[in-house]
């Protein structure tokens, strides 16, 4: 398949959420960069997603402006990382871009948000996030030199555990800047050589996708990829950013699956070494 330059495909993946996504919707509308398909799954929500009036409306007006639109139904919920696969495995079956995005179902994307996260891919990096602040309660703005040289920085103990692991996207900055991470927060562009690679989600763990961005992170860093990202690009969270906290058993889940990847990222020391340091040397070079 011969790939458009310069067109996103992009990937929503939701859940009992037709206001949120909605809202996002016209968000995409009111962007200054247009070159993008829509690609949706729906996780078995109670009422499919095509049965609510208003976010039908938004799909229509996002066709008659020119957008692909698909949204396809799971029979029965997959969880987020797999409906994430099944978004990416149709993406990379149907979509014509060389681009691909994916987004939450519960953010609201600031009209500058594809086009300053493009300026990240320019500069050579191969996944562009930006900043994930609250809708509500805002937070002090904070200046970049407090973050750099590295943002979300993580590092690893001697036995390859977790010692640090930092949350500096969750803040909105007073200066841009575009700064490598150790892993991204929410929403992203991304060039489809990342699973062209193999980089996906098949092997994520939890059905609610706590430290999903991480592992997926860690796995492109592995591979050899270099994820950055800009610090006034802003998706604003309407809910909440912890992996779509949807299940009565949320407390249980997010300690196993902090569990999990801890000893995933012991495995990966034990074969790799300390690969965020070695990641960290590149980046900086």
């Known amino acids: 398949m011969k790939r458009i330059k310069g067109l996103i495909d992009v990937m929503i993946c939701s859940r009992e ?12 509308r009111t962007q200054t960069y247009q070159k993008f398909d829509l690609y949706i799954v729906d996780d078995c929500s109670g009422t499919p997603l095509n049965n609510f009036h208003f976010l039908g409306c938004m799909i229509n007006r996002l066709k008659l402006e020119g957008h692909k639109v698909k949204v396809v139904r799971n029979d029965f919920t997959l969880g987020v990382s797999k409906n994430r696969q099944k978004a990416v495995d149709l993406v990379m079956k149907e979509g014509y871009g060389e681009l ?44 970049t030199e407090f973050v750099k040289p ?31 991470t150790h892993h991204f927060r929410s929403c992203g562009i991304y060039k489809k050589t990342i699973h062209d690679a193999g980089v996906d989600y098949f092997n994520h ?5 706590y430290r999903e961005e991480q592992i997926l992170s860690f796995r492109m860093i592995l591979a050899g990829f270099k994820i950055g990202v800009h610090t006034t690009a802003n998706a604003r969270h309407l809910l909440t950013p912890s992996g779509g906290e949807r299940f009565a058993t ?32 590149e980046v900086l070079k």
Not at 154 to 168: P, Q, R, S, T, Y
Request: aromatic content about 10%; proline content about 4%.
């Open 150 to 180: 590295i943002i979300n920085e993580v590092v690893l103990g001697e036995a390859g555990d977790i010692i640090k692991n930092g949350d500096d996207c969750g803040y909105e900055y007073l200066d841009t800047a575009i700064i490598p």
């Open 250 to 281: 949320q407390n249980e889940m997010v300690q196993e699956n902090e569990k999990e990847l801890h000893r995933w990222t012991k495995e990966q020391f034990e074969k790799n070494g300390d690969f965020i340091s070695k990641y960290t040397e």
């Open 100 to 143: 691909c995005a994916r987004l939450d179902d519960d953010v609201i994307v600031e009209p500058d948000y594809f086009e300053k996260l493009l300026i990240v891919l320019d500069k050579g990096y191969d996944f562009a996030s930006g900043i994930t602040s609250p809708f509500m309660n805002e937070n002090p703005k904070r200046k």
């Open 17 to 28: 959420r037709p206001t949120e996504l909605a809202l996002l919707l016209q968000s995409l």
């Open 205 to 209: 763990f939890g059905k609610h996708g």
